[in-house]
Every structure is written in structure tokens, then in C-alpha cells.
């Protein structure tokens, strides 16, 4: 069956240090993959897509490989803040007309 | 802009009653959906929409109905509520026909079955 797995529910790191999260897929060809975050009692909100032939993303802080032979995504911030302290989600389109989410990582970021 | 907005924002029910939860986009945006987040599970698709009059299932559509008589509007239905049901639903859009854009989520709704 098609499966999308977070490395881990909860990821704790110091304030500058780099938190590195994972998301790997089984069972599935995706055109793209794309990064969430979400807050407590809010919304995911969008934070970065990245298509099959790219092998790297940035946007500020954040950086976003795709490996489409180990089939995984790795989500770095760097130069972590309190304020990144949130639940990030991965998601793989299926048939083209659906996103299938993971179950995210929670991420704390201690000062 | 108001964006993707959910009404209502908490919603307790009893056993077999029945509601609507609404969700309006005011962005024109053709591509909608219904996801629910349960602890542990995630975000799972229950329902979406590719344009108005059109409706498919996602991995969860047992006990939801769902229509979309608009570009604008896309409800939820919950015929006869169960406590498996008690969960946050969240609405959620996009431009395109697909998906290769990032979706606009609102804000939630958290529902409690009893």
C-alpha cells in the first residue's frame, strides 16, 4: 500500500542549531512534494514545493531535497528559533488531483 | 481578503443528529477538499472537488456526503454523527484543477461526537 512516513513525532534542538526533518514514501511516483507547517489550533500553511526534477529547494532559512531513488525528502531549517517551534508536514499528490499528507514532526526549538 | 474561511469553528453533537459544516473560498479557486486530523493519524482526505457539479472520494468518505453547486462553496454533510467522528476538519484550496499547487487551508473545525 502507498505510505508516507515522518522520521519522527518530535524532534527537540537548541536555538542555531540546523533541525533536519524526514519524509519518506513507498508505493508512490509524485511530480512534486511539498512542505507544511502547522501551529496549534491553526491551519497548515504552505511552505515549499519542490518538483521531481529538482534535486534542492531554499527559501530563506529553509532548504528542501528530493530524492526520487531513495524516495525521500529531507526539510532543513537552519539557524533554528523558538519561533520555527511547530508541526511540520510533508505531502505527495496522488493521481494528480489529490495531496496525501504524513502524520508531520513536531518540532521544539529550546533558547 | 478573507480567504478560506470554516464555519463553525467548534460544534458539539449529540449521537445520530445531523450538520453542515461550511466552507467558502473567495479567491476562485477551482480545486476543494475536506481533510480531518485525528492525534497520531494526520491529515486524511475525505472528500474533494475539482470544479462545481464535480465531487470524488478520498481515503475516508464513509459516513460524509459532500456537494458543490458553486465555485465558491463546498460543504461538508454529516447525516448521522458518531463518536468516530469527533475530530478537527479542516477545508482546504487551490487554483488549479490539480494539485500542483499549494493548498489555502481554513482555520478549522473541531467537532465533538458524545
Known amino acids: 500500500s502507498q505510505k508516507i512516513e515522518q522520521n519522527s513525532e518530535a524532534l527537540n534542538i537548541q536555538e542555531g542549531k540546523t533541525a533536519t526533518l524526514t519524509c519518506n514514501y513507498t508505493n508512490y511516483s509524485p511530480a512534486y512534494l511539498q512542505w507544511y507547517r502547522q501551529d496549534p489550533g491553526r491551519g497548515p500553511v504552505f511552505l515549499l514545493l519542490?518538483?521531481?526534477?529538482?534535486k534542492e529547494k531554499r527559501k530563506e532559512r529553509l532548504k528542501v531535497t528530493f530524492d526520487t531513488t531513495l524516495k525521500q525528502s529531507l526539510f532543513h531549517i537552519t539557524a533554528s528559533q523558538p519561533a520555527d517551534s511547530a508541526t511540520y508536514l510533508c505531502a505527495l499528490n496522488q493521481a494528480g488531483t489529490a495531496l496525501i499528507f504524513g502524520k508531520g514532526t513536531t518540532l521544539s526549538v529550546s533558547s | 481578503n478573507a480567504g478560506v474561511t470554516q464555519t463553525p469553528k467548534f460544534q458539539v453533537l449529540k449521537t445520530g443528529q445531523s450538520m453542515t459544516l461550511q466552507c467558502a473560498q473567495d479567491m476562485n479557486h477551482e480545486y476543494m477538499s475536506w481533510y480531518r486530523q485525528d492525534p497520531g493519524m494526520g491529515l486524511r482526505l475525505i472528500h474533494y472537488s475539482v470544479g462545481a457539479g464535480i465531487t470524488d472520494q478520498g481515503e475516508v468518505p464513509n459516513g460524509y456526503n459532500v456537494s458543490r453547486s458553486t465555485t465558491e462553496d463546498f460543504p461538508l454533510r454529516l447525516l448521522s454523527a458518531a463518536p468516530s467522528q469527533t475530530s478537527v476538519y479542516f477545508c482546504?484550496?487551490?487554483?488549479?484543477?490539480?494539485?500542483?499547487?499549494?493548498?489555502?487551508f481554513g482555520s478549522g473545525t473541531q467537532l465533538s461526537v458524545l
Open positions: 519542490i518538483r521531481e526534477n529538482e
Open positions: 482546504a484550496s487551490t487554483p488549479g484543477v490539480g494539485t500542483n499547487e499549494k493548498l489555502f
